[in-house]
């Protein structure tokens, strides 16, 4: 007895735990156009028959219970776009799911992984000020450990401020902006010149330099990432947005091997060492397994080793023999920069259209693979349905040819019948018209004497 209402205690208390953590998400509809104006929201627009929407859908629960407990000004909900398509469209939905958050007449996307703690991250980031402020040396040491990047504009009003704020407001959504002044940093750190943009990370700072820089808003985008990263899907979909070259170690993190270790650390020392030449153009990174990299150039590439891809054509670069020291592998870099590396795959019509059939294959593949029953009833069926409508219409012109050719002949028939009957009926007065005429001739005979007679 003692355990049934143990039990029974734990299932009201998870029911009213679930309840509570649905209550933080706000289920919105055609009204929430109205009432959003004077809040800051974070929106999850989804499709009901969508895998990676169900898949979202706890992680989004968990999402909102965080910033409602937290504190945060941000409300969190979910719109069932299908249902509200014309709301949607207004939003800029094209497919699901889209998370936005929405701030005023501002409506930011989230590119990132559909984890907790990064959209959480987004959240509370793009719902403050573009730029904050630092007020002391304490608070500059604390925003230096808890992010890998930071970039902070130094020294008073000026022009670049002014550039340096609609920077923000255009890339807050991918890394943090702050102000400070010289007073807060460091003795050891030294600016050339004042007011200036500076980017720490990778223990150590870079300056924006206007004349070989070229737009503040473009070396942002460049420097917004560490100089060498761990590179998923995700990431390199953002640093296609770079403009740079991606030069990648592709290693096995599972099953690591000497040779793994030796590249890797090859493509750390050359990030570090060679920033000056190369940071520039290259983002420098390893990944670990192959998959991906296979599906990006539809290939085969080995495990380990190193490769660098251009995400703006498709062009992928390997080296023409094994990198195993620092020399080849800078050597290898620098070929690709100057053009005289083989350059691989690009976005020519030929390649789209081995793209196309590579992806209806890996498709078709990963569907008999993960259920062959379902693969079958996927593709068998509409196979069979055509065959039968090729059959069906293959028959009908069949019956079609046979009912003319009948027709026809029945026709055939017909006429010479008719032409036959013409003969019998010619023939029959052909032969009664002498006939005739020979009656004709004895009638004339017989009259001719007793004409005489009387005369």
Not at 152 to 167: A, I, Q, R, T
Not at 208 to 214: L, N
Not at 261 to 276: G, Y
């Amino acid at each position: 007895m003692a355990e049934v209402k143990a039990c029974v205690f734990y299932g009201i208390v998870a029911s009213f735990l679930t309840s509570a953590v649905f209550a933080f998400v706000e289920d919105l509809d055609d009204t929430f156009k109205d009432k959003r104006v004077n809040d800051i929201w974070l929106v999850d627009f989804y499709a009901p028959w969508c895998g990676y929407c169900k898949k979202l859908e706890p992680i989004w629960n968990e999402v909102g219970l965080e910033l409602k407990i937290s504190g945060s000004p941000v409300r969190v909900g979910k719109m069932d776009a299908t249902a509200y398509s014309g709301m949607s469209s207004e939003f800029g939905v094209r497919g699901y799911p889209t998370i936005k958050l929405l701030k005023g007449d501002l409506a930011y996307n989230y590119k990132g992984p559909r984890t907790k703690d990064d959209i959480i991250e987004f959240a509370n980031r793009v719902a403050g000020p573009a730029v904050r402020s630092l007020p002391s040396k304490e608070m500059f040491e604390h925003m230096l450990k808890r992010h890998n990047v930071l970039f902070v504009y130094v020294g008073g009003e000026s022009p670049l401020k002014e550039k340096y704020n609609d920077v923000a407001s255009e890339l807050i959504v991918y890394t943090h902006f702050f102000s400070a002044l010289e007073q807060v940093f460091p003795e050891s750190l030294t600016l050339p010149e004042l007011p200036a943009v500076v980017v720490f990370k990778d223990g150590g700072y870079f300056t924006y330099d206007e004349y070989e820089d070229a737009s503040l808003s473009s070396w942002v985008n460049r420097e917004r990432f560490q100089g060498y990263l761990q590179i998923d899907g995700f990431t390199l979909y953002e640093l296609g947005e770079t403009g740079k070259l991606v030069a990648i170690a592709v290693i096995d993190e599972k099953d690591p091997t000497e040779e793994s270790d030796r590249l890797k650390t090859l493509m750390q020392r050359v990030a570090k060492e060679h920033r000056e030449h190369f940071s520039r153009d290259f983002q420098f990174g390893h990944m670990d397994g192959n998959d991906y990299i296979n599906s990006l150039i539809m290939g085969e590439v080995a495990v380990p080793s190193v490769i660098i891809l251009n995400t703006s054509n498709e062009q992928y670069f390997l080296p023409s023999e094994a990198v195993g020291t620092m020399e080849q592998l800078v050597h290898f870099i620098k070929s690709v920069l100057n053009g005289s590396a083989q350059a691989y795959g690009g976005d020519g019509f030929i390649q789209r259209i081995k793209r196309i059939a590579f992806d209806a294959k890996s498709t078709i593949t990963s569907v008999f693979r993960s259920s062959p029953l379902l693969g079958c009833f996927l593709f068998g069926l509409p196979l069979g349905v055509i065959s039968l409508m090729c059959y069906g219409i293959c028959t009908a012109e069949s019956d079609y040819g046979s009912d003319d050719t009948d027709a026809l002949k029945r026709l055939t028939d017909e006429e010479d019948e008719d032409e036959e009957e013409e003969q019998e009926r010619e023939q029959s007065a052909e032969l009664e018209g002498p006939e005739e005429d020979e009656l004709e001739g004895e009638e004339g005979a017989e009259k001719d004497p007793a004409e005489k007679k009387t005369d």
